[in-house]
């Protein structure tokens, strides 16, 4: 297999785009962007959590952490919901995602070496 430019590997990705939609690609630092709307929805909403004031060591050799009783942070925590009925078309849609970037020549799974 010849080794794609990559303007070529630019040239397939935008094509899968095309027909696939739902996400963003960048090549260079191996990065994939999906967009609410497009597999999931994203749902964002304030809470109030326990500040960390410390750490404490247990004699288990654990640690246990330690929170303020009286300060709590506002944060924002985001959630990404998936629908049931969707489950597999979003499951084929990766699969189809992993294919085209395999083609590619970009490496999709993490696999350590065993060792003889």
């Known amino acids: 297999m010849t080794k794609l430019s990559l303007k070529q590997k630019r040239k397939i ?13 960048n090549l260079k630092s191996r990065d994939i962007t999906l967009y ?3 597999l999931f929805s994203i749902v964002s909403k304030r809470v109030k959590s326990c500040k960390i004031k410390g750490f404490k060591k247990l004699p288990n050799g ?5 929170f303020s ?3 709590s942070l506002n944060t924002v925590e985001h959630n990404a919901i998936l629908w049931f009925e969707e489950l597999d078309e979003t499951i084929n ?11 590619i020549g970009y490496k999709t799974d993490v696999s350590i070496k065993k060792r003889k």
Do not use: Q
């Not at 990705?13 to 690609?25: L, S």
């Not at 654990?62 to 330690?66: P, S, Y």
């Not at 849609?93 to 083609?103: D, G, H, I, V």
């Open 13 to 25: 990705v935008d094509r899968w785009k095309e027909r696939n939609g739902a996400a963003d690609f």
């Open 36 to 38: 609410d709307g497009g």
């Open 62 to 66: 654990n640690t246990e952490v330690l």
């Open 69 to 71: 009783k009286n300060k």
């Open 93 to 103: 849609y990766l699969k189809r995602m992993k294919n085209m970037l395999n083609r």
